[in-house]
């Protein structure tokens, strides 16, 4: 039943999201990544807000969604 509830789930999930993700935490910012990955998301990740400012102005990639550290 439980194999069951966890396909329904993954049927309902919405794949090929494309997310940036910014964390000065080179650690975190790798688990973060594959995580998304896992969940079949088009990561971009960047360590500073500088960047991923320059990325979102430039306009030439498109997102779904930020994930952003609060603290850097």
């Known amino acids: 039943k439980a194999q069951m ?7 309902k999930f919405p794949k ?8 000065d935490d080179c650690v975190c ?5 594959n995580l998304l990955r896992g ?3 088009h990561a971009t990740t960047v360590t500073d807000a500088k960047t991923a400012l320059k ?3 430039a ?6 969604m ?5 603290r850097m």
């Not at 910012?29 to 990544?33: D, G, I, T």
């Not at 306009?59 to 779904?64: M, P, T």
């Not at 930020?66 to 609060?70: A, G, K």
């Open 29 to 33: 910012l790798n688990v973060l990544e």
């Open 55 to 57: 990325i979102l102005r």
């Open 5 to 11: 509830m966890e396909d329904a789930a993954e049927d």
């Open 59 to 64: 306009g030439k990639e498109k997102f779904d």
């Open 16 to 23: 090929g999201l494309r997310v940036l993700a910014v964390d």
């Open 66 to 70: 930020v994930i952003t550290d609060v």
């Open 39 to 41: 969940c079949k998301y």
